[in-house]
C-alpha cells in the first residue's frame, strides 16, 4: 500500500490544530476532563502504600559543584578593549563595502559569514542598509543577470532570512542546468550546497524548492563519495545532517569558527573578533549558569524528588538556543527556572503520581492558592510552591520594572499545560489509545513550547504590554508551530523509550494505529509535519510580522524549534545526557574557542 492511500491529509490535520480562528478549542478547553471540584481539595488522596513507577532516569552528571569552579579569563579590562578594536576593525570594513564596493556577492558572502560567526547582531545597522540596497536593486530589476546558482541561492537565502520577499521563480533559469547536471566539481558543489540551504526558506506552495532540495541531497550525497576537499565536505557533511536555517545559532556559531580556522586564507579580522567574542559571552554565560545552579540547588527538588529527572544542565541549554546574545541574561536566568520545573512537573505527571494525586495537583495550580496545598502530598506540595514561588517572583519583576502584573497570563499558561499533562495521564491509566488527532490537538501544548514562548516575552521584552500578553495567551500561529516542530521532534526521538516505560502512545504510535502505517511510513509523514510547520513559520517570519509583537520574540519562537532539533536530533538529548551531549555543553560552556 502506498503512502498516498494510507495516510491521513498533511494538510488538514495540521490546519486543524494550528488555526488561530479555531477559537472553540480555547473556549471548550478539555472539557471533557473537568475534574469534580466538589470536595477534592479538603481530601487527601497520598497513600504511602501505593507502588510508584519509576523511569529509571540517571543522576546528573554536571554537579553544582562543577558549575560553581567554572572560570574565565575573557571578563577582564583587557579582553572588552581589544574587542571594541576589533569590532571597530570589522565596521569599517563593511562601511567600506556598503559605501566602495559594488561587488553584491562579496556583501553578501561578509553578511552570511558575520551570521555564521556569531557577530552580526553587533552590525545589524549596517547589514540592513547593505541589504535594502540589494534587494532595492533586485526590485528594480538589477542583479537579474545572475547566471550563478550559489549567487543566486545565497541572495535568497539571507534577503528572506531578514524578511525580504524573493520568489522562489528566480531559480528558473538554473531549470536545464540542474536537469543535466551529472557529476559535479567543487565549484558546482558550492552552488548545489547554497541551492540546498535555500530551500528550507519556502513557504507552502513553492514545490520548486522542494524538488530543488530532493535533488541537491542527491547530488551532494554522491559528491561526498568522489570528493577529497575537506573544508566543502565538512560544510556539506554537517548541512545534510541538519540544515543552516534549523541549526541552534550558538552551537552553528562555535562549529563554524573552528570550520573557518581551516580555510585558506581566511579573513583574520574577523576570526580574530568572532573567536574573542565567543569566548567573552561564554563567560557571562557561565554566569548565568552558576545563578541558575545555585537556584536549583536551594530548592532541594532535585534531591526530594529523586524519581524526576535531574536536568539543570539540559535545560539551560535550552535558554541558550533560545536566546544566547548577552544582553539576554534575565531571559536565560529566569527561562532555566521554568523549563527545570516543567521538567519535574512533566515526570511527576507521566511516572510518578497516581491519578488521584495528579487530578488534585491540576486543581491546586488552577486555583493557585497556597492554602490549597496543603491537601497535596508531600512531594507534590514541595513541587506546587517551587513553582508558586518562582511564578510569583517573576512577576513581582515585571512589575517592578515594567509596572504590568502578569501573572493571570503565566498562571494561564501553567493550568493550560497541566491540564493536557492530566488528559495524556488519563489516557496512560485507562488504557485509551487516542487518535492521530487527539494526540496532537493535545501534545502541541503539552510539549510545553506555549509556554516556555509566553514567558520568554515576559523574560526578553524591553517593555511589557498587556495587548502582547492577550494576543499571546490565545496560542497565535507563531506559537503554534514552533511548538508543533518542538512536539514532533520530541516526538521522533523518544517514543521507542517511552514506550517501554509505559507511557501514553506518541505521535507515530497514534499514527500507525490510525492508518496501519509502517513506522518508516510514520517517521516520514512526521517530518512532512515538520517540514510544512517550518513554512508556516518562514511566511510568518517574512510577511506577516504582527504590528504588537517584536522581532526579536519572533527570532525567540523560531530559535525554540531550532533548539528543539538540536536536542533531538539523534536520540532524546533532553533525557539522556550521552557523549554526543557532554561535548555539546562543554563546547557552549567549558572549552575556549
Not at 490544530?17 to 466538589?38: A, C, D, G, I, P
Not at 497516581?354 to 502530598?377: C, K, M, Q, Y
Not at 495567551?473 to 516526538?491: A, G, V, W
Request: hydrophobic share 40%.
Amino acid at each position: 500500500m502506498t503512502m498516498g492511500l494510507l495516510h491521513l491529509p498533511l494538510l488538514s490535520s495540521l490546519s486543524t490544530l494550528t488555526s488561530s480562528r479555531n477559537l472553540s478549542f480555547r473556549r471548550n478547553f478539555y472539557v471533557s476532563f473537568q475534574m469534580n471540584k466538589r470536595s477534592i481539595v479538603d481530601t487527601k488522596v497520598y497513600n504511602t502504600s501505593v507502588v510508584r513507577r519509576s523511569a529509571n532516569y540517571q543522576p546528573p552528571i554536571w554537579k553544582h559543584e562543577f558549575v560553581e569552579s567554572l572560570t574565565s579569563e575573557f571578563t577582564g579590562e583587557k579582553s572588552l578593549n581589544r574587542r571594541d578594536m576589533l569590532k571597530r576593525r570589522v565596521k569599517m570594513m563593511l562601511n567600506k563595502k556598503l559605501l566602495l564596493d559594488g561587488d553584491s556577492l562579496r556583501q553578501l558572502e561578509l553578511v552570511d559569514k558575520l551570521q555564521r560567526l556569531g557577530l552580526s547582531y553587533h552590525f545589524q545597522i549596517e547589514i540592513n542598509q547593505i541589504l535594502e540596497n540589494m534587494n532595492e536593486k533586485f526590485e528594480n530589476g538589477k542583479d537579474l543577470e545572475w547566471n550563478n546558482l550559489y549567487a543566486t541561492a545565497l541572495h535568497f537565502r539571507i534577503l528572506r532570512q531578514h524578511g525580504y520577499y524573493i520568489p522562489e521563480e528566480v531559480f528558473e533559469k538554473f531549470h536545464d542546468e540542474l536537469e543535466s547536471c551529472n557529476n559535479i566539481c567543487d565549484e558546482k558543489a558550492k552552488g548545489m550546497l547554497s541551492l540546498y540551504e535555500a530551500s528550507f526558506l519556502a513557504m507552502e506552495g513553492e514545490s520548486f524548492l522542494d524538488n530543488a532540495r530532493h535533488f541537491a541531497i542527491q547530488h551532494l550525497s554522491k559528491y561526498l563519495k568522489s570528493s577529497d576537499n575537506e573544508i566543502i565536505c565538512s560544510m556539506v557533511s554537517h548541512a545534510l545532517e541538519l540544515p543552516l536555517h534549523w541549526r541552534m545559532p550558538r552551537l552553528e556559531a562555535r562549529w563554524f569558527i573552528d570550520l573557518y580556522r581551516k580555510k585558506p586564507e581566511p579573513n583574520l579580522k574577523l576570526l580574530d573578533f568572532a573567536t574573542l567574542e565567543f569566548n567573552i559571552v561564554q563567560s557571562a554565560h557561565q554566569d548565568d549558569l552558576k545563578y541558575a545552579s545555585r537556584w536549583w540547588k536551594s530548592t532541594e527538588l532535585g534531591e526530594k524528588l529523586d524519581f524526576a529527572r535531574d536536568r539543570l544542565m539540559a535545560n539551560f541549554f535550552w535558554s541558550v538556543g533560545m536566546g544566547c546574545k548577552p544582553h539576554l541574561g534575565y531571559f536565560r536566568r529566569m527561562s532555566t527556572k521554568i523549563a527545570s520545573l516543567i521538567t519535574i512537573i512533566d515526570d511527576v505527571y507521566d511516572v510518578y503520581g497516581t491519578l488521584d494525586e495528579l487530578e488534585l495537583f491540576t486543581n491546586v495550580v488552577e486555583r493557585w492558592d497556597i492554602s490549597a496545598g496543603d491537601s497535596l502530598p508531600n512531594y507534590m506540595k514541595i513541587c506546587f510552591i517551587a513553582l508558586h514561588n518562582t511564578i510569583n517572583d517573576v512577576t513581582f519583576d515585571a512589575v517592578k520594572n515594567h509596572g504590568v502584573n502578569v501573572i493571570q497570563y503565566l498562571r494561564k499558561m501553567w493550568v493550560d499545560l497541566c491540564k493536557t499533562f492530566l488528559i495524556e495521564a488519563r489516557w496512560q491509566y485507562t488504557n485509551y489509545k487516542p487518535t492521530f488527532q487527539e494526540y496532537l490537538d493535545n501534545a502541541w501544548i503539552s510539549v510545553s513550547g506555549s509556554l516556555l514562548l509566553v514567558h520568554a516575552y515576559v523574560f526578553a521584552t524591553n517593555s511589557i504590554m498587556k495587548e502582547d500578553l492577550e494576543y499571546l495567551e490565545d496560542y497565535p500561529d507563531l506559537i503554534r508551530h514552533s511548538s508543533m516542530i518542538f512536539r514532533l521532534t520530541n516526538d521522533l526521538a523518544s517514543s521507542s523509550d517511552e514506550a517501554e516505560r509505559g507511557e501514553v502512545a506518541k505521535s507515530l504510535q497514534c499514527y500507525m494505529n490510525d492508518t496501519g502505517a509502517s513506522e518508516h511510513e510514520a517517521r516520514r509523514y512526521i517530518k512532512d509535519l515538520i517540514n510544512q510547520s517550518w513554512k508556516k513559520l518562514n511566511k510568518i517570519q517574512m510577511l506577516n510580522y504582527s504590528p504588537i509583537i517584536s522581532k526579536d520574540f519572533i527570532e525567540i519562537s523560531l530559535n525554540l524549534a531550532r533548539i528543539s532539533h538540536t536536542v533531538y536530533q539523534h536520540r532524546d538529548g533532553h533525557t539522556l545526557e550521552d557523549q554526543e551531549t557532554k561535548d555539546r555543553v562543554s563546547s557552549l560552556f567549558i572549552r575556549p574557542t
